[in-house]
Every structure is written in structure tokens, then in C-alpha cells.
């Protein structure tokens, strides 16, 4: 490290972000002051929702930036067409949740009881089955139709194909599904603004099951996708062409057929964070995929692109900051969008291989 500082060389670029640096952090540093020790403050309880908040936010971030480096990773170019992916998701969960809670299911106690209540475990499966499954089936489909054509091509073509692609899925989810909000119905279960009370400074904080439920599970399908990157054959196949495809070839692996199964993974983790963005918050349309997709890019590039951890630790610390920053400086709460798009600016600018660093080519995946 000290070897590092003696031959840096202070270029002007270099003292201009250095200076603008320094500014920032007193800045930020003074804010959070003022509002961490200056009238009006918030207090525990409050703290503690805006943590709750963000934790939850932040695992369906994190999620979906795991598409965003699988594809980066295998193939150095960024799916921004992953958001609306996410999107079919979850419109497909909430048609599957509207059929269940149709179909009756009868019985002595309750005549009017419906499939939703009545088997809510065996319905929220098969709800998430088939967002995720509609989302990966679109992920191969974007791969096989809007990428692989362009694959020899310079990479600003395919970036255009993806951008091209996201603007075709909302215009086409917007006149197939109609440009009216929906609101997913949840089993009786886990309705939301339900949950449990916890005292935090002589006040009760309530922990949602949604949120709760959301939580662990982007937790659970976190840690299966990386046992499958590290552990399993397939895994090791798609470090291998991350890596060299044209050695991965002459391994014997079937290069297209890798790619395409890692835009299948990429789609089940956003089709499954649809799903529970549906729950958790209700209200969807069209749109839904667009601000979480570029979030969740951020949050990509913030813990590192191509960096399977760094996407998990990028969504949850973009989350967090996103929820308490707003409250930390003072503003507005509907400023957390310019937080976490002044983030995105700042790592860009400071530190463009994010927190973890960008991986080297056989660890992208």
C-alpha cells in the first residue's frame, strides 16, 4: 500500500477528484451531524424502520444485480433489458395469485373458502414457479433472438439491442396488460401491513411477514446461486467460458448452451424478486421493472460488476442507504432516487471497480 502512494503521480485529474472527494465527505459528514445531534432528530424505533426497510429493499436489489453480473460476466455486456424481465415476473405472479384466489376450494367450516387460503403454502409455490419461470423463459428468449445474433458485433451494438429491447417489453406489457396499476392479492397469511411488534426505545416496531418473508428468501436463493456457481458442474462450465470461451470449447463445453442457461438463472432470480416486490408492496404496472432494474445496475457496479458477491453486497448497502440516507442528510424522502443515482456518479468517478472490485475474468462468475 505505501509502495502504491509513493508512485502515485498527482496528475491534475487526480487532485480535481481528490478535492471534490474531500468536499463531498465534509459535506456528507456535517449533514449527518446536524441530524444525528441536532433538533428534532428521530428516534430508535424510527432508525429501526428505516434498517428494516432498507434490508428488505435491498435483497431484491441484490437479486436482480446478480443478473446483471452473471451476464457481464459471461458475456461483458449489460442486459438492460433485466428490469423488464423482472416485470413479467411479476405481472406472472400476480395472474397465478388471481387464479388461485378464483378457484374454490370449499370446505364444512368455510363454503367460500378459495385455493389462496386454503393451500397458501402449495399456491405461493407454485406463484413463484411461475414468475420465475416466465422470467427465465423470456431471459432465453432475449439471449436466443436480441444477443446471440450480435455476438461477434462491437459491444456498443448489443448494449443498443438491450436498451432497444426494455423500451419493446414495457410498451408491449403496457397494451397486453393495460397501463392500470394492479395489486397482488396475498394469501391471508401474509397480508400485508401485518406482522409482529418489536420494542425499540419504549415503542413498538412492527416487522411485516411480507418483509420478513422476502427478506429470507432473497437470502436463501443468494446463497443457492453461488453453492451453484462454486460447487456444481454447471457452475464450473460457466467460470470456464466466462474465462475463454474459445478454450471452453475446446474443453468440450457447449459454449451457446451455457450462456443461454445462465440467462435462465439471471431470469428465475429476477422473476423471483418480481414476485416478491408484488407481495411485499402490492401495487405494480408496466413500469415496475424499470427504477429497480437501474438500481439494482447500480448496485451492480457498486459492489463490483462481474462480482457475485459485490452484486450481493452492493444491493444490500444501496438499500440501506436508499432507506436511512434521506433521513441521515436531512432531505426529503423522495429524494432516495438522487441518492442512489448520485451514488452510482460517486463510484464512477472515485471508484469505478467498486467496492470489492471488479473480478478478474475467471471469477466474474
Request: net charge positive; proline share 4%.
Amino acid at each position: 500500500m505505501i509502495k502504491k502512494l509513493r508512485n502515485l503521480k498527482l496528475t491534475p485529474g487526480l487532485i480535481l477528484r481528490l478535492v471534490v472527494g474531500l468536499v463531498v465527505l465534509i459535506y456528507l459528514g456535517w449533514r449527518i451531524y446536524q441530524t444525528a445531534f441536532g433538533e428534532g432528530t428521530y428516534g430508535p424505533d424510527t432508525w429501526m424502520r428505516f434498517l428494516i426497510a432498507g434490508l428488505i429493499v435491498g435483497g431484491m436489489y441484490a437479486l436482480i444485480a446478480i443478473g446483471y453480473t452473471l451476464v457481464y460476466g459471461t458475456l461483458f455486456m449489460i442486459n438492460f433489458a433485466h428490469g423488464e424481465v423482472m416485470m413479467l415476473g411479476t405481472y406472472a405472479g400476480y395472474f397465478a395469485l388471481e387464479a388461485f384466489a378464483s378457484l374454490p376450494a370449499p370446505t364444512a367450516a368455510d363454503p367460500n373458502l378459495n385455493f389462496l387460503n386454503a393451500q397458501p403454502v402449495i399456491a405461493l409455490i407454485l406463484t413463484f414457479v411461475a414468475g420465475a419461470g416466465v422470467s427465465a423463459l423470456m431471459g432465453y428468449l432475449l439471449e436466443k433472438i436480441a444477443y446471440r445474433p450480435l455476438r461477434g458485433a462491437p459491444r456498443l451494438v448489443p448494449l443498443i439491442s438491450a436498451i432497444g429491447t426494455s423500451i419493446f417489453l414495457q410498451n408491449a406489457a403496457q397494451l397486453l396488460f393495460g397501463p392500470q396499476r394492479r395489486q397482488y392479492q396475498n394469501p391471508d397469511f401474509l397480508w400485508r401491513g401485518t406482522g409482529w411488534m418489536i420494542p425499540v426505545g419504549g415503542k413498538d416496531v412492527m416487522l411485516t411477514y411480507t418483509g420478513l418473508f422476502s427478506f429470507v428468501l432473497s437470502i436463501l436463493l443468494m446463497v443457492g446461486l453461488f453453492i451453484l456457481v462454486r460447487r456444481t458442474k454447471l457452475g464450473k462450465s460457466m467460470r470456464a467460458v466466462a474465462e475463454n470461451k474459445q478454450a471452453a470449447a475446446l474443453m468440450g463445453i457447449d459454449v451457446d448452451s451455457v450462456i443461454s442457461k445462465t440467462f435462465i438463472i439471471s431470469g428465475i432470480l429476477a422473476g423471483s424478486a418480481g414476485v416478491m416486490w408484488g407481495i411485499h408492496n402490492g401495487l405494480f404496472n408496466h413500469y415496475v421493472g424499470f427504477i429497480p432494474g437501474i438500481k439494482a445496475f447500480t448496485a451492480a457496479v457498486l459492489g463490483g460488476i462481474g462480482n457475485i458477491p459485490g452484486a450481493m453486497l452492493g444491493g444490500m448497502l444501496l438499500g440501506l442507504l436508499e432507506s436511512l440516507g434521506p433521513a441521515l442528510l436531512g432531505l426529503d424522502f423522495q429524494l432516495k432516487d438522487v441518492i442512489a443515482f448520485t451514488i452510482l456518479i460517486l463510484v464512477l468517478i472515485f471508484r469505478p471497480s467498486g467496492l470489492l472490485g471488479e473480478a478478474l475474468s475467471e471469477e466474474k462468475v
